[in-house]
């Protein structure tokens, strides 16, 4: 599939978990690959910081409705382990 080589576990999950019956995965619109095709929305998962989506993003609202998933931790554990 296109643009899964370097896609990390969580982006790979979300887009797995947010992905409709239906839906079309990774594929490229105006140039460029995007996640998830719901009809005529485009969804794009970001799991990093914003800035490398500038270009995209910028060239892709000015034709497509485009959405946003960006994960936000609600909690945050550390488990500290013994040496044992």
């Known amino acids: ?3 899964t080589l ?3 576990s969580l982006h ?3 887009k797995a978990w947010y992905a ?8 490229k619109v ?11 929305v485009l969804i794009e998962i970001q799991t990093t910081n914003f800035s490398s989506q500038k270009r995209k ?3 892709l ?3 497509h409705p485009v959405r946003l998933v960006f994960p936000i931790a609600q ?4 488990i500290r382990l013994a040496e044992d």
Not at 20 to 27: H, I, K, P
Not at 30 to 40: A, E, L, M, P, T
């Open 75 to 78: 909690e945050k554990w550390i």
């Open 61 to 63: 609202i000015e034709k």
């Open 6 to 8: 370097s896609e990390k």
């Open 20 to 27: 409709r019956a239906g839906d079309q995965l990774e594929v």
């Open 57 to 59: 993003l910028n060239t």
């Open 12 to 14: 790979s999950a979300l």
């Open 1 to 3: 599939m296109i643009g």
């Open 30 to 40: 105006d140039g460029f690959h995007i996640d998830i095709v719901r009809g005529k």
